[in-house]
């Protein structure tokens, strides 16, 4: 990197004196001839930002969301290490692979005639645990691995 700005550097020194010496050839007296000189390198200097960098937008964009962090590592925020509450975003994720194991079934997570049948199903208390105001980090993973102990279409099949 030193050696290309020397080189750069070099080559602009000799560019100002070949104008130098080309417009005391012209008849231009010594003075003027390195002023002008001076001049069209603060000029070249001042431009060069414009004509050859890209514009600088400001603000800068917001990075997109998918950027943000994986969705795995999105969910495993999703639990408050203190107070051990899942999240909303948590919760539904698992409600909703519940509900798609056991319509599968024929039952229905929301339907009040369906919930002997899902708790005889997935254990006492686990689907009452997904349906409070704060579901904690224990109801959550009850909650999965009673999902797990429910076989998908493809393990019934085989």
């Known amino acids: 990197m030193r050696a290309r700005t020397v080189a ?3 080559g602009c020194v000799l ?3 070949a104008l ?3 417009l005391r050839a012209a008849g231009v007296p010594l003075a003027f001839a390195v002023s002008w000189t001076t001049v069209a390198a603060a000029v070249s200097l001042a431009l060069r930002g414009v004509l050859v960098d890209d514009p600088v937008l400001w603000p800068p964009e917001r990075p997109p969301r998918e950027a943000r962090g ?3 590592s999105r969910l ?9 509450v899942a999240g909303t975003i948590l919760v539904r994720r698992v409600q909703n692979v519940l509900r798609r194991r056991l319509a599968h079934r024929g039952l229905d997570l929301d339907d009040p005639a369906d919930h002997a049948a899902i ?3 997935l254990g006492q208390g686990i689907r009452a645990g ?4 704060e579901v904690r980090r224990d109801d959550i993973e009850r909650a999965l691995d009673a999902l797990e102990r429910i076989p998908t279409d ?3 099949a085989a």
């Open 15 to 17: 560019l100002a004196v």
């Open 119 to 121: 708790d005889a199903l």
């Open 76 to 84: 495993a925020w999703a639990i408050n290490t203190r107070s051990g």
């Open 154 to 156: 493809t393990e019934e």
């Open 8 to 10: 750069i550097a070099a």
């Open 130 to 133: 997904l349906s409070r105001r």
């Open 20 to 22: 130098v010496l080309g």
């Open 70 to 72: 994986s969705e795995v």
